[in-house]
């Protein structure tokens, strides 16, 4: 069982905007950045957004990322069929002085 | 560009230990941390901790103290992880990444995996 936790999928159709939660507590979300993971089928996961909300270089901006208290989100508007992935948050854990993820989110393009 | 190269495949029968290997490139070797992350078939991301390449200093959660050791070489730059008395339930790929900054904790550039199976 994750310490952070996301929805097992979300879907959405061509051109929309779908939204990923990711929830913790004080001890991570709430008091360290979040940063967001793709994972392409068969693929090593791909920093997609860190700080909460900074895109590395060559992510487009309508991937986007937000913090509020112990919970965060990451959006993806525009939905094109190659962004089919699973996401996954992160985040330290000052309790457990450790790396977590999230369970992970499936994300299906209708 | 940065790149981090791993080791291949490997096969196990339980009780056996394997070393996987993670070769960085296209940055300074000891100017950053490397994190090891496994994920067994179907299953999420989970953390096996960090090295200090410039130090040799670990930092490892609780499960796997005793069981997982980190080293470098920074004559080579690669870093191992190893992993001792395996079980079926280690089968898994193991990844190792670049932590970004020690800041945020993002881990910016990943090792393509290393797929370790444990079977009798």
């Known amino acids: 069982q994750s310490v952070l936790t996301q929805p097992p999928s979300v879907s959405g159709a061509p051109g929309q905007r779908v939204i990923i939660s990711c929830s913790g507590d004080?001890?991570?979300?709430?008091?360290?950045?979040v940063n967001w993971y793709q994972q392409l089928p068969g693929t090593a996961p791909k920093l997609l957004i860190f700080?909460?909300?900074q895109r590395p270089s060559g992510v487009p901006d309508r991937i986007s990322g937000s913090k509020s208290g112990t919970s965060a989100s990451l959006a993806i508007s525009g939905l094109q069929s190659e962004d089919e992935a699973d996401f996954y948050c992160?985040?330290?854990?000052?309790?457990?002085?450790?790396?977590?993820f999230g369970g992970g989110t499936k994300l299906t393009v209708l | 560009q940065v790149q981090l190269v791993q080791s291949g495949a490997e096969l196990r029968k339980p009780g056996a230990s394997v070393k996987v290997s993670c070769r960085p490139s296209?940055?300074?070797?000891?100017?950053?941390?490397l994190h090891w992350v496994r994920q067994a078939p179907g299953q999420g991301l989970e953390w096996l901790g960090r090295?200090?390449?410039?130090?040799?200093?670990?930092h490892l959660p609780p499960k796997f103290r005793g069981r997982v050791a980190m080293t470098g070489d920074t004559s080579n730059s690669v870093v191992y992880m190893e992993l001792t008395r395996l079980t079926y339930d280690d089968t898994a790929v193991y990844f190792c990444a670049r932590l970004g900054d020690n800041s945020n904790n993002h881990l910016d550039f990943w090792g393509q995996g290393t797929l370790v199976t444990v079977s009798s």
């Open positions: 090295i200090n390449p410039r130090t040799g200093g670990t």
């Open positions: 700080g909460d909300s």
């Open positions: 296209g940055y300074t070797f000891t100017g950053y941390y």
């Open positions: 992160g985040a330290w854990d000052d309790n457990l002085n450790g790396l977590i």
């Open positions: 004080t001890s991570n979300i709430g008091d360290n950045s």
